[in-house]
């Protein structure tokens, strides 16, 4: 999926237009315990209720492209009977009605969600008559030739509000709350089957992580039998060893300031296609030459970008291995951080037989919030 499709997708969860039909819920406890279930028709709830859950719903499907959001491929052998897909298919073709289906569905969830506190399963089923779209890019909303059947799983922590004194409309009073538990934000979520190319991709799903940092790695083995594209930590680590490895001892400012620039103007070129600017093999060689790599320098990379890369190759996502807004320079001792439009004044000079980093002083210069002036330089002769 691309973020135009995910944009499409997530206009089914208005609460005045919503196309989900069924939920199920299930909440469990720190013991991995199911406290309680829940089996509804969707639209028969209340409008403020039906809004607080569109807008989790939203949610499960936020964020950016390769940091939060993954689109998730499932391996040949899962789509056959006895698969992962294949369960996921049947699940979603039930339309939720099995109840048997749907606890050995829960069951999945919680035997592999490693999460230390309370938290609530969502599971819903929705259908979307397509519209057609103009040449022109637009919607026609009364015609249709595909409908899109999907469900889509949000798992929220369930959290302690905080205690204390708090305002009670119906007695007009202030009462105690200590014991008040409330939905939080989606962990994780998956939408299945994926919306490619405005139609139904059954050999794909999209998975979402509320945290790049755990990602909830173990319920994608369980739930879809495969592993989640290289995360975002690791995408920059392969970049940068692979820079560092191949450049050597020519990895120095210039060299490395010149992909930095590369990689920016790339992804400005790129800023209105809806699929994630990628990185792969041939573009990181061209990089590497562009900055000046020499041919015994290049020599090298192929082996390099395997032993980085490992087993998984996919592409680097560009904005997961590049900082557009800013360029930083650290030591052990210092960080500096500069605008990337203004980098162009950071130069670096050899004095005295030690490199430095020079940077021009602009007039409001602060330190520690603090306006200081600049030394005035003495006054040479003639």
């Known amino acids: 999926m691309d973020k135009k499709a995910v944009t499409e997708i997530k206009k089914l969860f208005k609460k005045d237009d919503c196309r989900v039909d069924r939920m199920r819920a299930c909440y469990v406890n720190e013991d991995k315990e199911k406290i309680s279930t829940l089996h509804d028709t969707f639209l028969a709830l209340q409008d403020e209720e039906m809004a607080k859950y569109c807008e989790l719903f939203k949610?499960?499907?936020?964020?950016?492209?390769?940091?939060?959001?993954?689109?998730?491929?499932?391996?040949?052998e899962e789509e056959k009977p006895g698969g992962h897909q294949e369960f996921l298919y049947r699940l979603q073709q039930s339309e939720l009605k099995d109840d048997a289906l749907v606890q050995e569905f829960f069951d999945k969830v919680i035997g592999s969600y490693q999460f230390p506190g309370k938290y609530l399963i969502l599971l819903v089923h929705g259908v979307y008559d397509i519209p057609m779209k103009t040449s022109d890019d637009l919607m026609m909303e009364d015609a249709s030739e595909y409908v899109y059947s999907f469900i889509l799983c949000s798992i929220c922590p369930v959290t302690l509000l905080r205690e204390g004194l708090c305002y009670d409309a119906s007695v007009q009073t202030f009462l105690s709350r200590t014991d008040d538990w409330g939905v939080q934000k989606p962990d994780a979520a998956f939408l299945f089957p994926s919306f490619n190319d405005r139609n139904t991709d059954l050999h794909e799903t999209l998975y979402y992580s509320r945290s790049a940092q755990e990602r909830h790695e173990e319920l994608a083995l369980d739930l879809f039998g495969t592993e989640l594209p290289r995360a975002e930590k690791d995408q920059q680590q392969v970049f940068r060893d692979v820079i560092e490895a191949t450049l050597g001892r020519d990895c120095d400012f210039e060299a490395v300031k010149t992909i930095s620039d590369t990689v920016n103007q790339m992804i400005r070129e790129h800023e209105k296609d809806p699929y994630p600017l990628t990185i792969g093999k041939h573009d990181l060689k061209r990089l590497l030459e562009e900055s000046g790599a020499d041919a015994d320098a290049m020599s090298n990379f192929e082996s390099i970008y395997e032993e980085a890369v490992g087993e998984d190759d996919s592409p680097l996502i560009a904005e997961n291995v590049q900082n557009t807004k800013s360029?930083?320079?650290?030591?052990?001792?210092?960080?500096?951080?500069?605008?990337?439009?203004?980098?162009?004044?950071?130069?670096?000079?050899?004095?005295?037989?030690?490199?430095y980093f020079l940077i021009p002083v602009s007039d409001n210069l602060e330190v520690n919030g603090i306006r200081i002036r600049q030394k005035k330089l003495p006054e040479t002769e003639g």
Request: hydrophobic share 40%; no cysteine.
């Open 59 to 76: 949610k499960s499907l936020a964020g950016k492209f390769g940091r939060n959001l993954f689109n998730v491929p499932f391996p040949l």
């Open 327 to 355: 360029i930083t320079v650290s030591s052990d001792n210092v960080k500096l951080s500069v605008k990337s439009e203004v980098s162009d004044v950071v130069e670096t000079r050899v004095i005295d037989g030690r490199e």
